[in-house]
């Protein structure tokens, strides 16, 4: 054993371990091992993150499991990596050159820009690893992977011409969700729809004829000028015989005509419904059947294009609302203005609405959806939550082609070149898939052409999550897929169900024929203290870095792991870190206290009792606890049975217990027995605990002697100890009655606490006790049971004569007496139990009156009258205890 210092220091052992396990290679799996797989991949974080609290969440888990496979004998590979984020890094690098140069990426030029990009991900990229590291998780660092990198750059290419090979990737001009802020087209899973509160627009729409008007509402009235028709239900009483007539225009005045159709809901609104194809996905698809003319008045920044509309021309789309209804109202073509709620898709990343808009694109049709959704249906990969299937079922089920393109320059380009004389009318082209590659004017390849002066490559990039549905494969190279595909575990957030678990199922299903894991774990959100979603915005979310400094990277993970329910939003409460904090000092002065007895004595012959046989049956069953809640993926209930056993069981209980044992002339056999229990305790808690606080664990395994005993190797990679190696020489018959006992001791001691704080005496007050047993108890039980309750002695005397005014409880073992005599004021304590009965009985009979009044019963919330019955029953409770007090004193 070595000395350890008085106070835990926290970052002092987290940085000595974590420098530790990096240069022993502690993390590196080998593919070459002959140890059964585990293998998990990092679900990667944007290169531009930093860590945030669901981070901790996230990897705290895996690493736990990680951990716990390492301790099982497997060979575990924990993979790392960073996902190149399109939208969010450029963004980000363009507003600093903007800020610094007052330049944007178009003064640059695209090639400029872009080592622009790759020197800020190389500045900035590993941030967020380097803050993985100080959280203690157990990567294999050496195989960071990153999604520009090369390896991983051909795999994405190679998907692609795959897949437009087979026809399933086609280019078309389609109607797609547009952000006007990032420029870019968005797939619906990068929408949010968000309720919105904003207004309904009645319009006078005039006939043409001059015979009346048709009132058509809408939210929209900025893009008026795009109107191509007015449509109405042909079931539509009201309309049916203007179906076929024009009205006019009201900006940019031209008649456009009135057409039927039966999508149009005849209750919304005035059932009249202006068509506008260039700007709503619903019209477009009218506008299709019938054949409109299709205008565009916005531009891809969100602004109205439209000369012919001179005072609406170049404005805001939100100006220009405003300004068009400004305008209507000058020409008496506003009917009404009404409050109008509705849900409204937000650009996830911009946070502003999306524009639907209609543009040339690249879309998936997704392969081998029927394999991914009976995968998940069979069970060969589960969910856990199960909810979470059925939402993936859903979306299986209603799938839509996926646009994988991006207006963007920092990503995977589409690898798709055009010939240089032929380039101009492919793009113009309506459509383009595997059929025009047989014209020899586009060239679709892993590789450019081979003369590549006479091509041109499409300038799109390829959706993020394009290259992010190939991860757990397209980071391996062939060893490693040999070895740790499919992976075993995913653990992720359920928000990205469709961006990324649902397409990994599916490509890995595509392009290596295998499922691409077995289990999918969704973490909770967390949320602040009154469940608001954190944000920097209400200033709700700490910063997971201060976290680790004041109470250790441990404390936070083990606090953070202990508030984490499975299937409910976890409830940020930093005082939980704090306990975190506080179990950290808990273990290590235990530790302290274990080596401060010093070795244990060879020659002597333990004598264990039923404290010794109890303690080691629970932590027994703690393997069994452990091993069941990290099966079922509870990791709150891991974290809560490790927290009780050591706190409650071992530390409250046993190390209270045992005290006399370890004291200055204490019998050398009850010593013996006593320091080897410790031992044995400490060596299979830590190896349990070890997943989840890794660095003080391995710091008190090293300092208790553990290490040196299996060749100096650290604990995370030394087997988990063995359970069936516990109480192997102790009889079923004498554990029970070991246990029994134990418990009877553990009860009478508590019970014998509460006599001494119901007569307000100190918990360290040294008194005496009587036992009047029930059975034979023997010196040993008896002294430890003075122990534990804090008495100078516990009197056994089978024939004890109670004298009037003893209190007494019934326990386990027998009457226990507590003799006042010297103790007390028994006049004083007499009068203060009598005036607490007068101010019971005074609450008693407020509650009596208000639960005896009909009128309160009848008027009062129902959570109002439950909380008053329980105020009740708890005064009659206080006062049926204090009544035996006074009795007792009479």
């Known amino acids: 054993m070595t000395e350890l210092p008085k106070a835990y220091e926290p970052q002092i052992v987290e940085e000595k371990w974590q420098s530790r ?3 022993e290679h502690c993390f590196h799996a080998d593919e070459h091992s002959s140890k059964p797989a585990y293998s998990i991949v990092i ?11 669901g981070h901790v969440l996230n990897n705290s888990i895996q690493d736990i499991l990680a951990r716990r496979a390492r301790q099982l004998g497997k060979e575990v590979l924990w993979l790392p990596g960073t996902d190149h984020a399109g939208i969010a890094t450029q963004v980000r690098v363009e507003k600093d050159l903007r800020q610094r140069t007052g330049q944007t990426r178009h003064d640059l030029g695209r090639d400029e820009f872009l080592k622009l990009v790759w020197e800020w991900k190389d500045k900035h990229g590993g941030i967020i690893f380097k803050q993985l590291k100080k959280l203690g998780c157990s990567c294999d660092w050496e195989r960071e992977r990153f999604t520009m990198d090369e390896q991983f750059t051909h795999e994405v290419s190679r998907a692609f011409v795959e897949l437009f090979k087979e026809g399933l990737i086609y280019r078309g001009r389609r109607m797609v969700n547009w952000c006007p802020v990032s420029l870019t087209a968005l797939s619906d899973e990068e929408v949010i729809m968000k309720p919105t509160k904003s207004k309904l627009y009645t319009i006078r729409y005039k006939l043409e004829n001059g015979s009346g008007e048709l009132l058509v509402a809408t939210t929209r009235p900025e893009t008026i000028m795009a109107d191509v028709a007015v449509a109405v239900n042909p079931n539509d009483p009201r ?3 203007l179906i076929g007539q024009n009205v006019i225009r009201p900006l940019c005045a031209a008649p456009i005509p009135i057409i039927a159709d039966e999508h149009v809901e005849i209750e919304f609104g005035t059932g009249a419904l202006k068509i506008t194809p260039a700007h709503d996905r619903a019209d477009f698809e009218i506008g299709q059947k019938n054949n409109l003319e299709i205008i565009d008045v916005l531009t891809p920044d969100g602004r109205i294009e439209c000369p012919g509309c001179p005072e609406l021309h170049g404005l805001d789309r939100f100006e220009a609302r405003d300004k068009s209804v400004e305008i209507l109202r000058g020409l008496a073509l506003l009917h009404k203005v009404e409050e109008y709620e509705n849900n409204v898709g937000y650009s996830e990343r911009a946070d502003v609405p999306i524009e639907p808009r209609l543009s040339m694109q690249w879309f998936l049709k997704y392969p081998c959806v029927k394999e991914a959704a009976e995968a998940v249906a069979s069970g060969d990969i589960t969910f856990r939550p199960a909810r979470w299937a059925k939402t993936y079922a859903h979306w299986l089920e209603n799938i839509q082609d996926w646009c994988i393109s991006r207006q963007l320059w920092w990503g995977h380009r589409i690898p798709v070149w055009y010939r240089k004389n032929a ?13 025009d590659e047989a014209t020899g004017n586009i060239h679709v390849g892993t590789t450019p052409p081979a003369d590549p002066e006479n091509w041109e490559q499409d300038g799109d990039v390829l959706d993020t999550w394009f290259s992010s549905w190939l991860w757990p494969f397209g980071t391996m190279d062939e060893e490693l897929r040999a070895k740790f595909y499919p992976t075993s575990d995913l653990v992720t957030g359920p928000d990205i169900i469709f961006f990324w678990v649902a397409r990994m199922i599916m490509a890995g299903y595509r392009f290596e024929d295998r499922k691409p894991f077995s289990n999918v774990f969704f973490t909770s959100i967390i949320r602040d203290i009154l469940g608001r979603k954190m944000s920097k915005s209400l200033g709700n979310s700490p910063d997971p870095l201060d976290l680790m400094a004041t109470y250790g990277a441990d404390g936070l993970r083990f606090g953070l792991m202990r508030i984490a329910p499975t299937g409910t939003d976890v409830r940020f409460d930093e005082s939980q870190i704090g306990e975190g904090r506080n179990f950290a000092n808990k273990l290590y002065n235990a530790a302290r206290f274990r080596m401060m007895q010093g070795e244990t004595d060879a020659a002597a012959e333990p004598a264990y009792t039923a404290v010794h046989i109890d303690i080691l049956a629970k932590l027994k069953q703690l393997h069994t606890d452990v091993a069941d809640a990290l099966a079922a993926y509870e990791f709150n209930a891991y974290t809560q049975a490790l927290y009780q056993f050591f706190w ?7 190390l209270e217990a045992i005290k006399n044992d370890l004291r200055e002339g204490a019998d050398p056999s009850a010593r013996a027995a006593t320091l080897g229990t410790m031992d044995t305790v400490m060596r299979h808690y830590l190896a349990l605990l070890h997943p989840i606080m890794p660095h003080i664990t391995e710091e008190l395994w090293a300092s208790l002697g553990f290490a040196a005993a299996e060749a100096g190797k650290p604990l995370m990679v030394t087997p988990l100890p063995d359970p069936s190696s516990l109480l192997q020489n102790i009889g079923e018959e004498q554990r029970t009655a070991a246990g029994t006992l134990a418990a009877a001791l553990y009860e009478t001691a508590n019970r014998a606490r509460n006599l001494k704080a119901e007569y307000n005496l100190a918990t360290n007050k040294k008194v005496q006790f009587i036992l009047k047993p029930s059975a034979e108890v023997d010196a040993d039980t008896a002294s430890r049971l003075a122990l534990l309750a804090g ?20 326990t386990p073992l027998g009457e226990l007496f507590l003799p006042l005599e010297g103790l007390v004021d028994v006049d004083a304590e007499r009068e203060r139990i009598r005036k607490e009965l007068e101010k019971i009985a005074r609450e008693i009979s407020k509650c009596e009156g208000k639960l005896g009044n009909a009128g309160f019963i009848d008027r009062a919330p129902a959570d109002v009258v439950a909380q008053e019955r329980a105020r009740l029953t708890e005064w009659q409770s206080k006062q049926a205890q204090l009544t035996g007090m006074l009795s007792a004193l009479l």
Not at 43 to 53: A, E, I, K, S
Not at 791 to 810: D, F
């Open 43 to 53: 679900p990667p974080p944007n290169v531009t993150g930093v860590l945030h609290l």
């Open 423 to 435: 380039a101009d009318t492919l793009k113009a082209a309506p459509s383009l898939d595997v059929s």
């Open 239 to 241: 309309f049916g015989h």
């Open 21 to 23: 396990w990096m240069s």
């Open 648 to 654: 409650s069981e071992y530390c409250a209980l046993f």
């Open 791 to 810: 008495a100078e002695t516990v009197g056994i005397e089978p024939a004890y004569e109670v004298e009037k005014g003893t209190p007494a409880s019934l």
